[in-house]
């Protein structure tokens, strides 16, 4: 049951007095090795991995995650490969949860159920599928809830608060709010006041669900936003990687470092 | 699978959105189910309304062309293959050059009804983007059209018009830079602006909704083909053959709309895919391949992928046909039977081209009907004298020129 992973380490966190700190990296970015040693050199600084199954026509990222991702196709990344990673990284890593993000046409082709299968075999504790929006999810997120695998409904300015409370029912252990209407990455154009204000309706709501903040977050905005029960860096990291190639310097040095950074603010 | 009779194939979906329970569907995210919602809401209750139709009319029958677009007989082109008679319904005559008109009048109509005044849409062959900017500038909004930045290359006289016009080209350059690119790229501008902005689709492909809006507007072609072909042989004849290209499928769909319930013995549709260039593997043709479904730009489709599920890059002479997916109606009717669908290569479309312009004066068709075209050439000989083939001829061939005259040396 790995999705018990997911509470332990949100509970670890309130413990603490702090949000929980996700990131999000491309499995296979830049090569599935360094994909693979960045995950390693930041595990100690996060708590829930959230690993990305590169899609060669994803509708909801921007610019730095669609790079990232394009980098890991050519680098032969594929889901058998990426769930090598998982495997590879949960060895050594038992306790720390790791999330795939990604789009519905892999898991279709792979099987839904191989997927699952496969996911409880590596050790996979939560998903998170962008474009199999509620009510279309519910089928799928029972399965997953069945085999122990966290399905991670997402909510959005946009949903209306009798939605809301639907996909709040049918969620399990964790929620992701998508702070603004944009893709990922793309720069803060709501005040961080104002994503505070539409979390705590959803918390309102249910306050024992866990409810990340993504989308936009950065150095700069993280501290702002620590109030809520966890926030999630994506795009700032993949841009990172993207800056360190250029520069020819260490990838997983840098990105390390900017993930202490982040993990600092949040304290 | 089964279709219904008296329903049109833009409404034969289930309550998910899915056509056949399978293709179709809005797999979108979450951002964007309320814009969805509301467009839906809006267009289903427009499309009963009778002011909006009869401004939409109004557009349709007037502006877009003086009375329907012509059908005529390709006398010439007949005698010369001996057998079946060609005709063409001059879809390439209306306002713009080709059927996407209609498309984008509904998208201005929509964008003024929501209340935007920012019309955005995608584009292959340049003309659902040149269409946009005339219909954007008739009813005074602004327009941003995304592109593939090879497509920007290839068909030039199409982007200097939509600049001409006012519209903003915005070349994208990720993956084959093309119009499966461009596609993406205008749905994630979307997913960041629709507060203010209207997105109208190019095709009958993304989420439901959008397949519906584009198949109500191109519906208009077979509205007019149906009074002309009365008009023409006094009653709908005994054996026709409905020949159109499909990329993504809108004037496919537009030309067989209104003969769905016909029998398929007395009135068959075909559909012709890119074939790409004669050695090429890199087919834009899901249909006639039989591609796995997969799920491309918020619906599930038939369409071009690997074993993993990434979508596949396609090639083809024609930008407008070069696209891995293609419409949840076009699947479903493939799977009903009720319409064929083949492939003819860039070659195969160059020949026919070439032999249409020696033989035909009055049509000149683009790259897409080519490929129809080529379909029509080496089939009619072998079928009999009363067998009536017509090809949607929906586009004109101007944008083409500089791709023609490189390959056959002219234009």
């Known amino acids: 049951m790995t999705a018990s992973l997911i509470s332990q380490a949100f509970k670890k966190c309130k413990k603490e007095g702090r949000p929980a700190l996700l990131t999000y990296t491309v499995a296979g970015d830049p090569t599935k090795k360094i994909s693979l040693d960045i995950l ?14 590169a899609f060669s026509t994803p509708i909801a990222d921007g610019g730095d995650i669609q790079t990232s991702a394009h980098r890991a196709i050519k680098a032969g990344i594929n889901l058998n490969e990426t769930f090598k990673i998982v495997k590879k990284f949960k060895k050594i890593e038992y306790s720390k949860p790791v999330i795939l993000m990604g789009y519905w046409n892999l898991i279709l082709q792979f099987n839904e159920n191989k997927f699952i299968k496969m996911c409880k075999k590596t050790g996979v504790s ?18 997953c809830k069945k085999n122990g695998i966290t399905f991670v409904q997402l909510l959005s300015p946009t949903t209306s608060k009798q939605r809301m409370k639907q996909i709040i029912k049918d969620s399990h252990n964790m929620i992701y709010y998508i702070s603004q209407s944009n893709t990922t990455g793309g720069k803060l154009k709501v005040s961080p006041r104002k994503i505070l204000e539409e979390y705590s309706k959803i ?27 966890g926030l999630v860096v994506g795009s700032a990291i993949c841009k990172e990687i993207t800056n360190s190639i250029k520069k020819r310097q260490n990838i997983v040095t840098n990105v390390t470092n900017v993930v202490k950074r982040l993990k600092n603010k949040i304290r | ?35 969805i919602d509301d467009l839906t809401i809006k267009f289903e209750k427009l499309r009963k309304d009778k002011k909006f139709l009869a401004e939409r009319d109004y557009y349709y029958n ?12 390709l006398n010439n082109l007949t005698n010369h293959l001996g057998g079946a008679q060609i005709y063409a319904k001059v879809v390439s005559a209306a306002r713009g050059g080709a059927h996407k008109i209609y498309g984008a009048i509904t998208a201005a109509m929509l964008c003024k009804k929501m209340n935007k005044r920012y019309l955005v849409t995608d584009t292959g062959a340049g003309y659902n983007g040149k269409m946009f900017s005339i219909a954007a500038k008739h009813f005074g909004l602004k327009c941003k059209v995304f592109m593939g930045f090879r497509d920007v290359q290839r068909q030039k006289p199409n982007v200097d018009a939509m600049i001409k016009n006012g519209a903003e080209v915005v070349p994208v350059y990720t993956g084959s830079q093309t119009l499966v690119d461009a596609v993406s790229e205008v749905m994630r501008y979307w997913v960041a602006n629709h507060e203010k902005v209207h997105l109208g689709v190019g095709s009958t492909v993304s989420a439901k909704i959008f397949v519906k809006i584009c198949g109500w507007s191109t519906a208009q072609i077979s ?45 068959s549709f075909e559909g012709i895919e890119a074939g790409g260039p004669k050695n090429s593997k890199k087919h834009a043709a899901p249909l006639s391949n ?50 064929n669908y083949v492939s003819q290569t860039d070659e195969d479309a160059l020949n026919a081209y070439k032999l249409i312009r020696k033989l035909e004066s009055k049509i000149n068709p ?43 040396g002219k234009y």
């Open chain 2, 366 to 408: 683009s790259l897409e009907p080519s490929h129809a075209f080529a379909r029509a050439i080496s089939i009619a000989p072998k079928l009999s004298k009363d067998t009536i083939i017509i090809v949607n001829s929906c586009g004109d061939a101007l944008k083409d020129k500089h791709i023609i005259k490189k390959r056959l």
């Open chain 2, 223 to 267: 509205r007019e083909l149906k009074k002309q072909m009365i008009d023409e042989f006094g009653k709908i004849p005994k054996k026709v053959k409905l020949l159109n290209c499909v990329g993504g499928g809108s004037s496919a769909y537009g030309l067989w709309s209104e003969f769905m319930d016909y029998d398929k013995r007395q009135i």
């Open chain 2, 1 to 35: 699978m089964k279709l219904k009779k008296n329903i049109p194939l833009i409404d034969q979906h289930d309550k998910h959105g899915f056509w056949g329970g399978k293709f179709g569907g809005s797999y979108i995210p979450e951002t964007l189910r309320k814009p």
């Open chain 1, 126 to 143: 939560g998903l998170i599928i962008v474009d199999l929006p509620h009510p279309e999810n519910k089928t799928f997120a029972k399965k």
């Open chain 2, 62 to 73: 007037n502006w877009v062309h003086n009375g329907p677009t012509p059908f005529i007989k």
């Open chain 1, 203 to 229: 918390k309102k709501l249910n306050n024992s669900k866990n409810v990340v903040i993504g989308f936009g977050i950065t150095e700069k905005t993280i501290k702002s936003l620590k109030k809520a029960d």
């Open chain 1, 40 to 53: 390693k050199s930041i595990s100690k600084n996060i708590d829930i991995i959230e690993s990305g199954m």
């Open chain 2, 290 to 339: 039989n591609s796995k479904i997969g799920v491309l730009h918020g619906a599930a489709q038939m369409v071009c992928q690997d074993k993993f599920g990434q979508i596949s890059e396609t090639e083809s002479i024609s930008a407008g046909l070069d696209y891995p997916g293609v419409s949840p109606l076009h699947c479903f009717l493939k799977e009903t039977g009720r319409a």
